[in-house]
């Protein structure tokens, strides 16, 4: 099952928390026009001179039997473009 991560602007190990499985069918649920970007492989890190406090960034990482032919194309971690950590909906519904 994918995993979610809410990530800070900053450097590791201290700018992810924990992952949460997640079903891509809720995220599309949630937001039918859905945006994602691959963005490699590995975690990525943003803005690693500027630390934020709250989580800025959702990352979706996904395995390769768990891509699909909407956004999720590619194996690895995907920034989600659409969604932003502090979206009252969006907290409420995945944390």
């Known amino acids: 099952?994918?995993?979610m991560f809410l990530v800070k602007d900053g450097p590791p190990p201290n700018n992810v928390g924990p992952a949460k499985q997640i079903k891509l069918s809720e995220l599309y649920e949630y937001n039918p026009d859905l945006e994602a970007k691959w963005l490699g492989t590995e975690l990525p890190?943003?803005?690693r001179e500027s630390p934020s406090m709250y989580?800025?960034?959702i990352?979706?990482?996904?395995e390769a039997s768990e891509v699909d032919d909407r956004q999720?194309?590619?194996?690895?971690?995907?920034?989600?473009?659409?969604?932003?950590?502090?979206?009252?909906?969006?907290?409420?519904r995945f944390h």
């Open 45 to 47: 890190v943003f803005k």
């Open 1 to 3: 099952m994918p995993k």
């Open 72 to 92: 999720f194309r590619k194996e690895g971690f995907h920034l989600l473009i659409s969604l932003s950590p502090q979206e009252p909906g969006f907290r409420r």
């Open 55 to 57: 989580p800025q960034h």
């Open 59 to 62: 990352v979706i990482q996904v």
